[in-house]
């Protein structure tokens, strides 16, 4: 893949991935916010345990 296809005009790929990746996508007063789906939720939330020191043996540190 070319690394300037993100850049290239396929809106309808970029809003796909942009579906499968996030739920719930809102600007309001120039502040994004989103609700993230699984698995990346549960890649994201593990990591943030991993980083507190909760579980210092998970496997994505």
Do not use: H
């Amino acid at each position: 893949m070319c690394p300037f296809y993100w850049e290239r005009d396929n809106d309808d790929l970029r809003q796909k991935l942009l579906e499968y990746v996030l739920s719930n996508i809102e600007l309001k007063d120039k502040k994004l916010s989103y609700i993230l789906n699984d698995p990346f939720r549960t890649i994201v939330e593990t990591k943030k345990k991993a980083l507190s020191g909760s579980n210092s043996n998970i496997w994505c540190e």
